[in-house]
């Protein structure tokens, strides 16, 4: 611990301490998952930015069907690498202290596959597709069927597709996304 | 006007607050949107901006009234199609909006931008309900609103790439507009200590990367100094307080950091969260959280009431004063063999009657701790102490069900419908690590997906009138056979009880009998009773679940309860109340034993036998619903025996430490993980109310035994008080009979007065309950004012989509233009005519339109 505590000035670990849900204590706790990511490089810079496919080995990720995605959302450059940053804001984002609708906002990019704003049906498809995993396939026609039942539950204004407020309402209304959208450090 | 026939109405209100305003109120819903419109071109004066010096109209007068209905039958077919058609346009149109009432934004996307973030104001009626919210939150939730509506939906810009690319602001002008947005809050920018928390609160909650927090937060504390130089005048008073709560704030803050470093297991959670997802963790972190509940509890027990005995018990000893401590200390010594000492330990009898677990090892002596201290009376510790710690326990755990109740139940209400939208977006659950929980939980995805699929497959026929009275038939007797068998288990245990009485002899193992029989016959009845609910074909697998918990917990309280009353109502020939505290001891002695030995032990032999010999045995669930009732069953016979055996509480600690481990490893190492999705945040508030339920039984349980049953003379602290509550009546507040207090407390524990405060509390229920049923009508009336707004705001974006296709701006009705600047004088910037409003509604969140005039 006393190496990478030499890695942050004070006022480093403040700001992170005031922007983030973590206390001092677990900010370098994430350090500490960050690095062992990537030993070598980030006992060089603590900021060094890794690729995405180190930071796939990170267990949670590793399993989600959604890795990339998140990789994607939370990486400051756009494409996927991250920097010791751009992990604590999605370790935050996932913490238990974490409120619902900044949950949701992120949720609500990760799932926007095509970046226009609005899930729309091929973000859906999408979505199915990866929580059903690789080897169960739904066909087309169930497909159809589910993507229709979601607009119909949550799409209030009948254009199609789910803006972000109309996601942050289901979300809001959902017992379980507090619970399964969460990462513990 | 209206050729579809179907009414369309435009009110002009004149709100005080709103002079500027039109509302636009439509009848209708989807079919008649064109009629409405050519209403709304009928009324010239609408839909009309200006600029400095230029004028002209985005939506055609009425001489092209009929064009523009024939462009909207052309492509009004399907909203989409238009959408992508006439997406360019659109955004040429909206731009040139912007650019008029904005002359000095530059960028395009900062004009949409500013554009669409007027409309983040809610209406005048969220406002006004709004502003009863609390200050502050209202203060973070407005600029959360605006840092995310203030993006326009992208779809309308994607025809134009110039646009698109040009969509991600540079970080430094993003900042520069978040920090206007805040610096507009006055609460947020103070130079006080509240202020600079909830600066903070506010950042946290962007949506933005840490980068951008980062300089955000630099900017504003350089503004908010300049604000603090500028507000030189600073009283002492306003000083004090700003010190007071930032104190306030720290500790806070440190109590929370020592709250998690006192989290134990932290690894052990994560390791099974990983394994088996959020559910099964949950009872463990239930279990953790009891853990440390009783911890707290053992800590203040240890401190105030057994250390200073043991001090007594050694000085005691030393001068050899108090010969009754001695004479009870070498009462039982007859089983001095190793058998007899290991029975002693499992019924509580002999020799531990008389030590420190049991009400009779305290003494009632006065004494001095140490020679330089003051008197410490043992009664009034024990008895302060006890209650001290019922009371945090009852707050502690109401506060607790409140909260998850609140989180659970009243927040998430009306969610029900959105089932299928609730299992995608809620299905995966991103605290899995493990390889092949993964697997299992995309299995379990796929398998729900399908369930819903087949059920919707099959057309839903109407009940027959046959089925329904056959449904509810089976209900019914399953209902009263269950009654049956709980009434059956409570008399069953009262003959029992009586019988184990009467007999003779009660001494040795015998004593165990009762509580080894009624533990068993708890554990058979609650198989049979789970069996009974799944006989009954209930819908919902989580309905079926609740149910069968229901009656479990029924039949738990039923058993105690009879026990209990079976202990009160009982004869006693000396200390009763240490008699009470060995029976419970004796209860939790066999519960562990059941727990920590025997289901382990049966769990290990299954899947033994499932792995060599019979495979079909298959390996053995984990039922959480089962374990997590067995917790709430423990602490309440922990709670019932508190009073009159304090070290259970050591012997419940051990065993939660030992449960937890034998559990893990167990899961880890035997149970299979459940192959369908079980979501549990709803079941997990149902144990915290059985909890509930339970300490407050308990509680009035131990208010009848302190105020009605006379203490025994013989033993333990109260034995010279009749009852014990008169230690606190005498011994703390020191009444007597005519002191005004003494007066006033009789006054108000006469019926009368306990009658007047139940009405007076029934008319509060009965005041909320019709004030809550009225704000639920409200939300139901926003709601569909809301869907209203949206079509509206569809239609007519699609409308000005199809307009802007035909580019002839010259069709300006310049009579009603010249009359209207003849009655409005310019007025700079802020004069235009048409605004649109996405609004952030609270309620259901989606977006509204309302059309403004400032010519009326």
């Keep these: 611990m006393g190496q990478t505590k030499s890695q942050f000035t004070d006022e480093e670990l403040q700001d992170y301490e005031d922007l983030t849900f973590f206390s001092k204590k677990e900010i370098l706790l994430a350090h500490k998952k960050f690095k062992s990511l990537a030993p070598e490089k980030v006992g060089h810079n603590k900021n060094a930015k890794l690729s995405m496919s180190k930071i796939l080995q990170y267990p949670e990720l590793r399993v989600n069907p959604f890795g990339d995605r998140i990789c994607k959302v939370f990486s400051s450059s756009e494409d996927g690498d991250m920097t010791f940053e751009d992990f604590l804001d999605m370790m935050n984002v996932f913490s238990d202290a974490c409120p619902k609708k900044l949950k949701a906002e992120y949720a609500f990019r990760i799932w926007d596959f095509d970046g226009d704003d609005m899930l729309g049906v091929s973000d859906l498809k999408q979505v199915i597709e990866r929580l059903c995993g690789p080897e169960n396939k739904l066909d087309d026609c169930d497909m159809k069927e589910i993507i229709h039942c979601i607009l119909a539950e949550a799409d209030f204004d009948d254009d199609g597709a789910l803006s972000f407020p109309e996601f942050e309402h289901v979300t809001d209304k959902s017992r379980d996304f507090l619970n399964s959208f969460r990462i513990r450090l | ?368 701790l140490h020679p330089t201290l003051s008197q410490y009376s043992l009664p009034h510790a024990y008895f302060m102490t006890m209650l001290v710690l019922y009371l945090l326990i009852f707050i502690v755990i109401s506060t607790k ?231 709430v069953y423990n602490q309440t016979l922990l709670w019932l025996g508190l009073l009159f055996s304090p070290l259970l509480v050591a012997i419940i600690v051990c065993k939660l430490f030992l449960k937890f481990y034998i559990n893990k490893a167990l899961l880890l190492h035997l149970c299979k993980p459940s192959c369908h999705i079980w979501r549990s945040a709803q079941t997990q508030t149902l144990y915290l109310v059985f909890t509930f339920v339970s300490v407050l039984g308990v509680i009035l349980t131990l208010g009848y035994i302190m105020t009605q049953l006379p203490m025994s003379a013989q033993c333990g602290p109260f034995r010279d008080s009749g009852y014990m509550f008169q230690i606190f009546i005498d011994g703390v507040l020191k009444l007597r009979e005519n002191q005004t207090l003494w007066r006033i407390l009789t006054l108000l524990v006469r019926p009368a007065a306990v009658g007047i405060m139940l009405v007076t509390l029934s008319a509060l229920v009965y005041y909320l309950r019709a004030k809550s049923r009225a704000r639920r009508l409200m939300v139901k009336l926003l709601k569909e004012m809301i869907y209203l707004e949206a079509k509206d705001k569809e239609f007519l974006l699609n409308r000005i989509i199809s307009v802007s296709k035909n580019r002839d701006w010259s069709l300006v009705d310049a009579k009603s233009l010249g009359r209207r600047r003849q009655r409005t004088p310019q007025t700079p910037q802020t004069d235009f005519f048409v605004q649109n409003e996405i609004n952030s509604n609270h309620s259901a969140r989606s977006d509204g339109f309302i059309l403004r005039s400032r010519d009326v």
């Design chain 2, 1 to 368: 006007m209206s050729d579809c026939g179907q009414e369309n109405r435009i009110f002009v209100s004149d709100d005080a607050e709103d002079l500027d305003r039109i509302e636009v109120i439509t009848t209708s819903t989807t079919s008649s949107h064109s009629a409405l419109f050519t209403q709304l071109e009928g009324s010239q004066n609408l839909l009309t901006t200006s600029g400095n010096e230029q004028q002209f109209r985005i939506v055609t007068g009425t001489s092209t009234a009929d064009d523009v209905k024939s462009k909207h039958s052309d492509c009004g077919g399907s909203r989409d199609g238009a959408d992508e058609q006439c997406g360019d346009e659109s955004i040429e149109l909206i731009s040139n909006f912007g650019t008029l009432q904005y002359r000095r934004a530059t960028s395009p996307l900062a004009v949409l931008a500013s554009s669409f973030n007027r409309g983040a104001t809610p209406t005048n009626m969220m406002r006004r309900w709004s502003q009863t919210l609390a200050r502050f939150d209202r203060d973070k939730h407005g600029i959360r609103e605006k840092t995310i509506y203030r993006m326009p939906s992208r779809r309308y810009l994607q025809a134009d790439g110039k646009l698109l690319s040009n969509s991600r602001c540079d970080t430094e002008n993003e900042v520069e507009l978040l920090a206007q947005e805040i610096e507009q809050h006055d609460g947020l920018m103070q130079d006080t200590a509240l202020s600079h928390e909830h600066r903070l609160e506010t950042l946290r909650a962007l949506p933005q990367p840490l980068a951008t927090k980062r300089l955000l937060k630099r900017k504003l504390a350089i503004s908010v100094e300049q604000h603090a130089i500028e507000e030189t005048r600073c009283s002492w008073c306003h000083k004090l307080t700003n010190a007071f709560i930032s104190f306030l704030l720290r500790s806070w803050k440190l109590v929370g950091v020592i709250s998690h470093t006192l989290e134990i297991w932290y690894d052990e959670v994560k390791t099974i969260e990983g394994h088996f997802g959020c559910n099964v963790s949950s009872y463990f972190k239930f279990l953790r959280w009891l853990l440390m509940l009783n911890v707290f509890v053992l800590f203040f027990v240890v401190c105030f009431v057994i250390f200073p005995q043991l001090l007594y018990n050694t000085t005691a000893n030393e001068i050899n004063l108090n010969e009754t401590v001695l004479a009870d200390k070498y009462v039982g010594n007859s089983s001095e063999t190793a058998s007899g000492l290991l029975m002693d330990v499992f019924t509580g009898e002999g020799y531990l009657q008389n030590t420190l677990l049991f009400y009779s090892g305290y003494s009632n002596a006065t004494f001095r």
């Design chain 2, 401 to 631: 069900m409140a909260r998850v109740y609140r989180i659970s139940f009243i927040q998430a209400a009306g969610g029900g419908r959105a089932i299928l939208v609730a299992k995608t977006f809620c299905a995966w659950d991103f605290g899995i690590s493990n390889r092949k929980a993964a697997e299992l939980k995309h299995i379990a995805i796929f398998a729900e997906f399908k369930a819903v699929l087949n059920e919707r497959a099959v057309p839903k026929r109407k009940p027959t009138i046959w089925w329904r009275i056959w449904i509810f038939c089976s209900r019914a007797i399953a209902h009263v056979l269950v009654a049956t068998i709980i009434g059956g288990a409570g008399v069953g245990v009262w003959i029992l009880l009586k019988e184990l009485d009467s007999t003779d002899d009660v001494s040795g193992w015998r004593t165990l009998s009762t509580a080894g029989i009624l533990n068993l016959t708890m554990l058979l009845m609650q198989s049979v009773l789970s069996w009974i609910s799944r006989m009954e074909d209930y819908r919902s697998p989580r309905r079926t679940l609740h149910i069968a918990l229901l009656r479990n917990f029924l039949l738990e309280a039923v058993i105690i309860s009879v026990l209990v009353y079976f202990l009160l109502t009982k004869s006693y020939s000396q200390c009763w109340e240490t008699h009470i505290g060995q029976e419970l001891y004796r209860f939790i002695i066999t519960d562990s034993f059941i727990c920590l030995i025997i289901i382990p032990f049966c769990c290990v032999t299954r899947a033994l036998l499932s792995s060599i010999y019979w495979p079909w045995l298959g390996r053995p669930d984990f039922d959480i619903s089962q374990k997590s009732l067995g917790l």
